[in-house]
Every structure is written in C-alpha cells, then in structure tokens.
C-alpha cells in the first residue's frame, strides 16, 4: 500500500513563501509521476503542479507559473513544492498524488491513485 504523507503547510503574509514536502512509503519513488492539487472550500480539487517519474518534464497550472516549483529527490521518496510570492487566493488545502501511469494527463486528478492526506495553506492579506 502506497502511502504520502504532507508536511510543510501553515499560515503565512501574502508575498511570503513555503515549501511543502511528500515523503513517499514506496520502495522506489521514480516509478511514479508525482502531483499537487489543492482544495479551497467550496471549490473543487483543482490541479498545481506534476512532475514526471525522471523527474525530466515538469507541468504547472497558469496561476502558478513562475510562482511555484515543483522537484523531486528520488533517493529520499520525497516531493517537494516550493512556494513563492503567495497569494491569499493560494490559500486551500494542498494533497500530493503519485501515479503509477506510464502515459497520463497529468493535470486530471482521477490519473492518480494515491493520496496524501492533504496539508493546510492559509495565505492572509
């Protein structure tokens, strides 16, 4: 059984960064693309950020184009999610996803299998 564990979230000042972290309970890591979805209230899952198993191709959701990076250590089962220049509109909570497709749309969360928990992000103005 896969599990992903969030950690990283909390409160922080528009402009402020964060970095969230996906430790993985799988023996090799680099046989799954890895994503980020949020959740604000009332709104759906909406898509962040995936990174490919290599870790070679990268894919970001427009708002956070140039705000955020995702990257992947493969020898620690880790994902990360580094997060500038915050917005109070980033403020949800944030769920890492693994995938074990050869080929997907990394952008729809019913590719992922698996699922963390999800870690809260409150970005005040």
């Known amino acids: 059984q896969v599990q992903l564990v969030e950690s990283g979230g909390g409160l922080v000042q528009a402009g402020g960064s964060l970095r969230l972290s996906c430790a993985a309970s799988?023996?090799?890591?680099?046989?799954?693309?890895m994503g980020w979805f949020r959740q604000a209230p009332g709104k759906e899952r909406e898509f962040v950020a995936a990174?490919?198993?290599?870790?070679?191709?990268?894919y970001y959701e427009d708002s956070v184009k140039g705000r955020f990076t995702i990257s992947r250590d493969n020898a620690k089962n880790t994902v990360y999610l580094q997060m500038n220049s915050l917005k109070p509109e980033d403020t949800a909570v944030y769920y890492c996803?693994?995938?074990?497709?050869?080929?997907?749309?990394?952008?729809?969360?019913?590719?992922?299998?698996?699922w963390g928990q999800g870690t809260q992000v409150t970005v005040s103005s």
């Open positions: 799988i023996r090799t890591i680099s046989a799954y693309a």
């Open positions: 990174i490919s198993w290599s870790g070679g191709s990268t």
């Open positions: 996803a693994a995938s074990r497709r050869l080929q997907l749309d990394y952008t729809d969360y019913g590719e992922y299998a698996y």
